[in-house]
């Protein structure tokens, strides 16, 4: 089988690591890939909402599946694209049409989607421009902190936590009168607070059936002790020590299974992967928002744990077979630590010669923000490298990525080095 894979993150890279074990691959091309997956699979110089161009390629190459990493071709239609030409009916995809990329794609539509299935999450009331007095009165009767979310896409940054009234007011003047995030904030949304500990649970679903995969936690803030700005993402830890299987059945049957079942009710064809940002409050999981692919760098803990083929598990979904299908996963607790550029989130610079990588022996790396000038790998983004580490225990898995960690180096490197403390902290 000829694979395709969209995307140049962290989570293409472990998806490539994954795809590239399964005797079933053949081809394994990634587009437009990183310094890492250069090393495993053919790197394709093809952005990935340039939709002619991947279809050029797929049908030269006798592409079979097609998988999506990022939201942004979902949300732009990559899947009605290719559906819509009789050219490509031999090809395989995994990854929602464009109104089921819409959970992601639009706040307000995810949490309307929410409330008509009775599916638990916050409190929340959506404002445009032409309502903004309306919304800086519900505002007024919110307790604090409030949460802002932009209505569109915004690259990981359109939600504002605010902790007083007058933050709030002045966030949600901006957002919407000053376009702090562009078009995604024509609209916002604004939500009550939750309260609790946060965690990420994915599901694969073919449109009927579905797997739920490795739950994870993922670490936001740039800063230890979650301090400082948001990014994309600064570590990630699999298994979560607090989502037993009690509250895991919870999870599967109040938000899971309404959402499968709110899709079809919709008469949305949804084959691909749900990402279930959720809330853990005393026992009871609330929904903080949905997203249309993979978590990044969740990916990076949970495909590691996967022990079964992925690439079967993607062929299920693709082909509308997954009712058919199980899986295994490894016991082992699997932690992940981020490096990252000086300056990030905010201004980095790129270029900077990367040491040290070929020495990791105790951790896998996966590639980010890379590139090869050469045959040097250099630094290409914000967040760079993936440092991944496995164990019988938490406390192994964080020494086993740490020692892999402090053997690279290049200039102005940063990373959290409490990762996984707080969940340490709870199984004492």
């Not at 290719?82 to 794609?105: C, H, M, N, R, S």
């Not at 699999?238 to 509250?247: C, D, H, I, L, T």
């Not at 590691?304 to 899986?327: H, V």
Request: charged share 25%.
């Amino acid at each position: 089988m000829n694979i395709l894979v969209l995307g140049s993150g962290g989570r293409e890279h472990a998806f490539t690591w994954k795809i590239k074990q399964s005797p079933k691959c053949e081809k394994l091309f990634v587009a437009p890939g990183n310094a890492g997956t250069a090393a495993i699979a053919e790197n394709v110089n093809i952005g990935v909402t340039d939709f002619e161009a991947l279809g050029a390629f797929i049908l030269e190459n006798k592409v079979d599946l097609l998988v999506v990493g990022p939201e942004v071709p979902l949300v732009e239609g990559v899947r009605d694209f290719f559906e819509a030409d009789a050219k490509y009916a031999g090809l395989k995809i995994v990854g929602p049409k464009q109104d089921g990329a819409t959970l992601e794609g639009s706040k307000d539509f995810s949490k309307a989607f929410m409330e008509e299935y009775g599916i638990p999450t916050a409190a929340y009331k959506t404002f445009t421009a032409e309502t903004i007095d309306a919304g800086l009165a519900y505002l007024d009767a919110m307790s604090t902190p409030i949460v802002l979310k932009a209505d569109g896409l915004a690259a990981g940054k359109g939600v504002l936590i605010c902790e007083s009234h007058e933050d709030a007011k002045a966030s949600f003047k901006e957002m919407l009168l000053e376009a702090k995030f562009g078009a995604a904030s024509a609209s916002v949304v604004v939500e009550e607070f939750l309260t609790g500990i946060e965690l990420s649970v994915f599901v694969l679903t073919d449109g009927k059936d579905y797997v739920i995969l490795p739950e994870a936690k993922d670490y936001k803030r740039i800063g230890e002790q979650d301090t400082g700005l948001n990014t994309g993402g600064m570590g990630a830890v699999s298994p979560v020590s607090f989502a037993g299987a009690e509250f895991m059945q919870r999870v599967e049957d109040r938000v899971v299974k309404p959402t499968i079942e709110g899709l079809k009710d919709r008469g949305i064809d949804y084959n691909g992967f749900i990402f279930i940002g959720l809330m853990n409050d005393n026992g009871d999981p609330k929904v903080i928002e949905y997203n249309v692919r993979m978590g990044d760098p969740e990916t990076q803990v949970v495909i590691p744990r996967i022990k079964s083929d992925f690439l079967d598990l993607l062929e299920a979904a693709a082909n509308g077979n997954l009712g058919n299908t199980t899986y295994e996963v490894y016991e082992e607790t699997a932690t992940t630590v981020v490096m990252v550029a000086g300056g990030y989130p905010e201004a980095y610079g790129k270029g900077d010669a990367i040491s040290g990588i070929e020495a990791v022996d105790t951790a896998t790396v996966f590639h980010a923000g890379t590139k090869l000038e050469g045959e040097q790998v250099v630094t290409n983004g914000g967040r760079v490298l993936n440092i991944t580490g496995k164990g019988a225990d938490l406390t192994t898995a964080l020494e086993n990525a740490y020692a892999g960690v402090n053997k690279i180096d290049w200039n102005n490197k940063n990373f959290r080095r409490d990762i996984g403390q707080d969940l340490l902290k709870l199984e004492k």
